[in-house]
Each structure stands twice: as structure tokens, then as C-alpha cells.
């Protein structure tokens, strides 16, 4: 009875050691598959956040050429209106002398023309004096033929045979 008790006793405890080695490998693959799973997820975020950096990049140098391509078509169409500005401002200044030499001109036609319209005038207040002498010599004519017509003078025949006698 002895024995048996002592095979059990050692019996249980081979079993309870050998338990125990397969619970402590058990465990510690366990942890060697933990840390190992810890590095694998380490790794992944480490490759993760590699490759959000390199996608940053990635975007600010995409951002970096949109900007600048951006800035470029700016200046381009800053460029174009500015050129546009200044040859709309050359065709008003253009527009402008044309309208000074026009004013001018019908500045200069004005007076002309006030000239010749004095001109005129005082050449119709001329006209009209020399009109009003012109009807009065034509009236004093009539009237000197009137007069004329009344006092018949003789005629040549009239003269040769009817002289008087005391020229004889």
C-alpha cells in the first residue's frame, strides 16, 4: 500500500510537472506568438504610417504643382487683361484726339462760318443800301422820262424845215 500511494504520489506529480512544462511552453509560445503578433502589428503600423507619410508627400507635391499651375494661369490671364487694359486705354486715348480734332474743327467751321454769316450780313446791309439807291435812280429816271415824254422835243425833220424866220 505504501508503494502504491508513493506511485501515485510520483505518478501525479509526473503528471502535474509534465502539466505544468506543457502549460509553461503553452504559455510561453503564447507570448513568442504574442510579441511576434505585437512586431507584425509594430511593422504594420510602421509600414502604415510610411506609407501615409509617402501618400502626404504625394498630396503636398500634388498640391505644390496644382498651386503653381494655378498661379501660372492666373498670371496668364492677369497678363491677357492687362494687355487688354492698355489697348482699350491707347483706343480711348485714340478716340479722344479724335474728338479733340473734331471739336476743334467745328470749332474752326463755327467760326468760319460766323465770319461769312457777318460777312454776309453786313454784305446784305450793303446790298439792301445799294437796292434802296438803285429804286431811287430807277425812280428818278422814270420820272426824268416822264417828264421827258411831256416836253416833246423836235425832231431832226422838224428842225430842218421849220426854223424861224428871223435867222434870215
Known sequence: FFFSSRRRHTR?????WARRCV????VEQAKAKLEEQKKGRLAAEKELEEKMKELKDQASEEEVKIKSQVKEKMEGSIKHIQEEKKKSMEELQEKQLILKERDFMIYELEGITSKKNRKTKARGNLSEGYENELSKLKDEQEEVVKIG????????????????????
Open 149 to 168: 415824254l411831256l416836253y416833246k422835243s423836235p425832231s431832226p425833220q422838224e428842225l430842218s424845215t421849220d426854223r424861224m424866220p428871223s435867222s434870215t
Open 23 to 26: 502549460q509553461e511552453t503553452a
Open 12 to 16: 501525479s506529480s509526473l503528471v502535474s
